[in-house]
C-alpha cells in the first residue's frame, strides 16, 4: 500500500471551482460610487454585500441608514450580511481595469479579493463589535410640518399668486399667459 501525501506535484492540480463570488470589477466599483465618507462628520460609509443566488445578484447598500442600494451580477457561492468600509472597497475595486473579473471571498474576519495571482484582503465588520445596525434614517429638527413635494413646472402656476415659483418670470393676473385660447 502506498502512502498518501497531501502534497501535489506542481502543475498536476486540477481546475478548482471558485470558492468564493466572481464579478466583473467595473460594476462593483459602480455600484460602490455612492460609498463615500461623510465630510463634515467623518463618519465612513459602511456598506454590506448579500448575495442572492436564485437572481445571480450581488445587493451592495449602505448599511445603516440604506440610503442606496444597488444591485451587480455575479456567480459563485457568497454569506449574506457582510459589512465593511465601502470607501476602502470602492478604492481597491477601482484599481483593477475594465473587463476584469475578480473573486470575493468572505473568511473570518477579512474579505479576500482575488484576481488572477494577486490577492487582497480587507477587514470586514460584521463580526466585530463596530457592525452596524440599520435604523431609519433621522428627521431633521429644523424642519416645521409636513414634508410636502415641491412641485415644478408651468401649468403649476396660480392666476392669483404669479411670485409663487421664483423660476418663472411674473405676469399680470388678467394677461394671459399662452396656455389659453382667446375667443373671438
Known amino acids: 500500500m502506498m502512502p498518501t501525501s497531501k502534497y501535489v506535484a506542481a502543475g498536476s492540480e486540477e481546475p478548482s471551482t471558485p470558492s468564493g463570488l466572481v464579478i466583473e470589477a467595473h460594476a462593483l466599483s459602480e455600484a460602490l460610487k455612492p460609498a463615500k465618507a461623510k465630510l463634515f462628520k467623518k463618519e465612513p460609509c459602511t456598506v454590506e454585500l448579500s448575495y442572492n443566488r436564485r437572481k445571480g445578484l450581488l445587493e451592495v447598500k449602505e448599511a445603516k441608514?440604506?440610503?442606496?442600494?444597488?444591485?451587480?451580477?455575479?456567480?459563485g457561492i457568497f454569506p449574506s450580511g457582510v459589512q465593511m468600509s465601502g470607501l476602502y472597497l470602492q478604492k481597491v475595486v477601482a484599481t483593477y481595469p475594465k473587463g476584469v473579473s475578480i473573486e470575493l471571498r468572505a473568511l473570518n474576519g477579512v474579505l479576500e479579493?482575488?484576481?488572477?495571482?494577486?490577492?487582497t484582503t480587507l477587514q470586514r465588520l460584521d463580526g466585530t463589535a463596530s457592525a452596524v445596525k440599520p435604523k431609519p434614517l433621522p428627521t431633521d429638527k429644523r424642519h416645521k410640518g409636513k414634508v410636502e413635494p415641491r412641485l415644478e413646472g408651468r401649468h403649476l402656476?396660480?392666476?392669483?399668486?404669479?411670485?409663487?415659483?421664483?423660476?418663472?418670470?411674473?405676469f399680470k393676473a388678467n394677461e394671459l399667459d399662452g396656455d389659453e385660447e382667446t375667443e373671438g
Do not use: C, D, L
Open 157 to 170: 402656476r396660480q392666476r392669483g399668486n404669479p411670485w409663487g415659483f421664483s423660476a418663472n418670470t411674473p
Open 65 to 75: 441608514y440604506e440610503t442606496f442600494t444597488n444591485f451587480v451580477p455575479a456567480t
Open 113 to 119: 479579493i482575488h484576481s488572477g495571482r494577486s490577492k
